[in-house]
């Protein structure tokens, strides 16, 4: 294969990244697209993670990445200085100086067609799915999913397949277990401020990443079962997608996701 055949430019990628996570979907107050240039010719080698931190950064120097394709923008809110006195400085430091890019598409991969939400439905097998709150341009994608289970299943039930899927030692569950799932609204990561929206969309049950307390009360005051996975557990599957999904529209780009990352949070049983 001819050495031009396995580069792609900056903007082929990028392009194919909006493919997949139209830019337009992004809620109004995220920050995405590229928020770190490069001045690489071309890219051979992306890598994504779901967080960028210290040492996803330095995987990807390692790795001689050209681009790091985050769910979690970096930077995410403005900064007023880059040094590496600060999580953040130091993370773009190490970057910049090896002139590797950053790409982001969170909340508009979060309600992309085959994005995050509409995946965790797959996963379900959810029937009849839709978005919580559809787009005004195309009403087949938007804010969240919902659907129903083939044939009803518990709470417990819906709970024990994504735990299965996801790989989760475990889960928080706000109400009864033993309910049946009814119409199940879809919200990855923090999805607690979307209890309103899924009441009113009818849903039964929340699945999510992470919720708040006062959010899970809300939900037992609508009479809405909750399911938290845990906000890493609840995106970062979506990751490794999206390189073998990149793999796939560009042929000859090397694509994978971090092998370092972790979830930060995990479950310490009483002993």
Known sequence: M??????SNLAKVIASLEHLAP?????????????????KPVIQR???????????????VSQKADLVVTHHPLPFRPVNRITEETPTGATLVELVTAGIGVWSGHTAWDSAPHGINAMLAE??????????EPDEIDPSVGFGRMGTT?????????????????????????????????????????????????A????????TGE??????????????????VGHHLSERFAMERMAEKLSTALPGLQCWA??????????????
């Open 2 to 7: 001819c050495i031009i055949e396995v580069m």
């Open 23 to 39: 830019l337009r979907l992004a809620a109004d107050w995220d920050n995405v697209g590229l928020l770190v240039a490069t001045k």
């Open 46 to 60: 992306v890598m994504t993670c779901l967080t960028l931190t210290i040492d996803v950064a330095r995987e990807a």
């Open 123 to 132: 996963i379900l097998s959810l029937q009849d799915v839709a978005p919580l």
């Open 150 to 198: 083939s044939s009803p299943d518990t709470v417990d039930a819906v709970a024990q397949q994504l735990t299965s899927a996801l790989g989760c030692s475990g889960c928080t569950v706000a109400g009864n277990p033993n309910l049946l799932a009814g119409r199940i609204g879809i919200v990855c990561g923090s999805g607690g401020e979307s209890v309103p929206v899924a």
């Open 200 to 207: 009113a969309a009818g849903c039964q049950t929340l699945v």
């Open 211 to 228: 919720i708040k307390l006062h959010n899970a009360l809300e939900a037992l005051a609508h009479n809405m079962t909750v399911i938290a």
């Open 258 to 271: 971090s092998t370092v990352e972790q979830d930060p949070l995990c479950w310490l049983p009483n002993r």
